[in-house]
Structure formats: structure tokens, C-alpha cells
């Protein structure tokens, strides 16, 4: 069965701090994996979307690494700011899954304190 | 674009009676999908269209729940009746094929749904 599984499942850290995310999946076979950020009161927005050939991808503060070997990805958020509160959503496809070939992680829910 | 706009954004209901959630999808996107989302589950993934059509509603909990699709622009997810074990967030979400894995999902806003 397909599973993503997502930790530490909160956290919460001082503004300005680095933090990492981690996403383990056992999704095959493997096609994508897409990182979401989702606010409170609104519905996830992509931040990153991986392939089994890239290891490392950025989007601004965020960066995304993905080892397809041992099926782990993680999100690292660098100088964290008030606005990165959030839960974090990790999201595999599977190849020839179809438009419904998603398996979604429960997310990390981030709080940045000030 | 507007986005994904998605109607009530919060409903409070009473146990039995029906609800029914709307949806319009982004203009021009062949896919069109309704999640539910719990602290205990996370997303679920209920029923999807494609071009109008339900594809796929395995996901659809109960006979309670029907959606539909009329139009290229607008979606319903009706409860009825109601239990207070459908308190969730439901979101609507759109997407362009072909590569729909690739380009992902556009989400609405979601509807807060509390039966009492």
C-alpha cells in the first residue's frame, strides 16, 4: 500500500532559525514528489515539485531534497520568518496513477514564535 | 484568474439536514476534484471529473454524499443528511491535463463544515 508519512508532526521555533521537515514514502513506482504549504484557513499552494533525477531543488528560502533511493525527501526552511507558520504538506504520484495517483502525507504543522 | 472559488466558506449546520458545498474551477482546467480534510486523515481524495464527467468516487463516504458536475465552471458536493462525523474541511481542486501529475492541483479556499 501506498504511504507517505510526514515528521515531526509539529514544531515550533524562534524566528530567524533553520528548521528540516522530513517526508518518507513507500509510493511505486515512484513518478513525483510536491511539496505544500497550506495556511491556516486556506488550501495548499505547491512549493516545490520533485523528480526521480533531481536531489535538490529551491524556492527562495525553501529548499527541497529528494534521495529516491531510500525514499525520503525533506524541506528545509532557512531564516524562518513569521509568515512560514504553516503545515507543510508532502505529496508522492505515482507513475501511471492516473489524475487520483496521489498519496498525500498528513503535514507538519510549523509555528514560527517571535 | 480568480482561482479556485469555493462556496460557503464556513457552514454550521444541524444533524439530518442537507448541505450542499460549491465549487468553480479555474477556467480552461479539465479536472476537477473534492477532498476532505481532517486533523486525524488529512486530505482524502473523494470524487474527481474529467471534463464534466465523475470518474472515479471511491472515496465518496457514503450514499449521503453525491456530487455533480453540470458544467465546465461549476461543481456541488451535497451531504444529506448531515451526521456530525462529516465536520471537516472540504476543498475543490482543479487541474490542466495532460500531465496533471506534473502541473499538480489549484486549490480553493475550502469550506469549513460543522454539523451539530
Known amino acids: 500500500k501506498n504511504q507517505v508519512e510526514q515528521s515531526p508532526q509539529s514544531l515550533i521555533i524562534l524566528e530567524g532559525k533553520n528548521c528540516t521537515l522530513q517526508?518518507?514514502?513507500?509510493?511505486?513506482?515512484?513518478?513525483?514528489l510536491r511539496w505544500y504549504k497550506q495556511d491556516t484557513g486556506r488550501g495548499p499552494v505547491s512549493l516545490t515539485i520533485?523528480?526521480?533525477?533531481?536531489n535538490t531543488k529551491s524556492n527562495g528560502r525553501y529548499t527541497a531534497t529528494l534521495d529516491a533511493d531510500t525514499k525520503q525527501s525533506s524541506l528545509h526552511i532557512t531564516a524562518s520568518q513569521l509568515s512560514d507558520s504553516a503545515s507543510y504538506i508532502c505529496?508522492?504520484?505515482?507513475?501511471?496513477?492516473?489524475?487520483?495517483?496521489?498519496?498525500f502525507g498528513k503535514g507538519t504543522h510549523l509555528i514560527i514564535q517571535p | 484568474d480568480a482561482g479556485v472559488i469555493q462556496s460557503p466558506r464556513h457552514e454550521v449546520t444541524e444533524m439530518g439536514q442537507e448541505v450542499t458545498l460549491r465549487c468553480k474551477p479555474i477556467s480552461g482546467h479539465d479536472y476537477l476534484f473534492w477532498y476532505r480534510q481532517t486533523m486525524m486523515r488529512g486530505l482524502e481524495l473523494l470524487i474527481y471529473f474529467n471534463n464534466n464527467v465523475p470518474i472515479d468516487d471511491s472515496g465518496m463516504p457514503e450514499d449521503r454524499f453525491s456530487a455533480k458536475m453540470p458544467n465546465a465552471s461549476f461543481s456541488t458536493l451535497k451531504i444529506q443528511p448531515s451526521e456530525p462525523r462529516d465536520s471537516a474541511v472540504y476543498f475543490c481542486?482543479?487541474?490542466?491535463?495532460?500531465?496533471?501529475?506534473?502541473?499538480?492541483?489549484?486549490f480553493g479556499s475550502g469550506t469549513r463544515l460543522t454539523v451539530v
Open positions: 517526508c518518507n514514502y513507500t509510493v511505486s513506482p515512484f513518478s513525483n
Open positions: 520533485m523528480t526521480f533525477s533531481e
Open positions: 505529496v508522492v504520484s505515482a507513475q501511471g496513477g492516473g489524475a487520483d495517483g496521489l498519496t
Open positions: 481542486a482543479s487541474s490542466l491535463a495532460p500531465s496533471i501529475q506534473y502541473y499538480g492541483y489549484t
